[in-house]
């Protein structure tokens, strides 16, 4: 049975042209077995007619705040006692900053301050409005408070721009929530909520490749884009840890509740990681470092002058390696992309590292693309100890990597937990 069976969702679609996902995204919610009603603003409607939304959830589309017939009988009220979660899709810079503010003008804000059921929000607005430091605090502010953001995405954008701002794809949000709602809100009442599992916890995480320097036009990297990296740091910080993201050459955005500090080269990264490690409980090695940098970087550009080119390579140091031999080491977790051999490889990077935990995955050909996509899949391993003598073993299932990564840090918390038992 879905997370979502039964549950009744009021759906607020406000003003973008992303409302158009909101009619895919309601009937998504329907497949999962929720009951939908749909609130619009007036900027929706200049972008969706509410017919289409009353044809689709086969309930009438609430838009007017002071609607006569409605508010005979505190319409209003009805709608906020009647919803299990309010879902905001597109959610547009106008509702963030009337939702942060505690605005009540029109019918979806109003809704919102009369409600106690959990709220959640899908962005949607130009990269440079996501970016202004008036949306960064608003969003900080509604985070602060228990709103959980889904997204947003990057990509293409209606104005022509590219960067952060897209609202996600429906099948992504409904993913999304239902990821959250059967963790956070749906767990027995003996497991502890997923909001407080990381509580009180410093997430350390690196994410994206490292680019090493050929000469000042070219560098050494990999296909790595950083998603799964940021994912896990979003999923930790709504698991409520303190999250420290040492992130490389990527084009992605991270909630401003983020410490996010960025770096190019394996140096710099390894720089980067030491001078935090000393207050982080749990460290993540998501980033695909390049194992090798050049010996020595040509202060000018190569010239195409012969038909060979030798360069000479040294190893990097091993930034996991050294994190995991330090004294007073965090919960150490390392990540490994095979392209065969994938438990084989996984295991004795395990074992010769001597981490706490790795997540490994199969990135060798088409139906294995892990690289810049937005799924991923993962066998997730741990070591042998006096009473589990094979060690542990738990895959997680080809998902949006927004969900892969609370099913990951799900099993850390967990392995964590133990761990601090024993040793109290």
Known sequence: MSALTNKKILLGVTGGIAAYKSAVLARRLMDEGATVRVVMTPGAQAFMQPLTFQALTGNPVHVDLLDPAAEAAMGHIELARWAHYILIAPASANTLARLAHGMASDLLSTLCLATDSPLFVAPAMNRLMWTNPATVENCAQLAARGVTFFGPGDGAQACGETGSGRMLEPEQIRDQLLSTVADKFNSPPDHQPIQDKLRSKHVLITAGPTQEAIDPVRYISNHSSGKMGFAIAEAALAMGAQVTLIAGPVALSASPQIQRVDTVSAISMLDAVMAHVDNADIFIS??????????????????????????????????????????????????????????????????????????????????????????????????????????????????????????????????????????S
């Open 286 to 423: 998501v980033a695909a470092v390049a194992d090798y940098r050049l010996e020595t970087v040509v202060n000018q550009k190569i010239k195409k002058s012969h038909e060979n080119l030798t360069l000479s390579l040294v190893r990097n140091p091993d930034i996991l390696k050294a994190v995991a031999a330090l004294p007073k080491r965090p919960f150490c977790v390392g990540f490994a992309a095979e392209t065969e051999n994938v438990e084989a490889h996984a295991q004795e990077k395990l074992q010769r590292k001597k981490l706490d935990l790795i997540a490994a995955n199969h990135v060798a050909g088409e139906d294995n693309a892990v690289f810049g996509t937005d799924t991923n899949a993962l066998d997730v391993y741990w070591p042998a100890t006096a009473k589990d003598t094979s060690g542990g073993h738990i895959s997680i299932p080809s998902a949006n990597k927004q969900s892969v990564a609370y099913s990951l840090l799900n099993i850390i918390a967990d392995r964590l937990a133990l761990i601090d038992q024993k040793s």
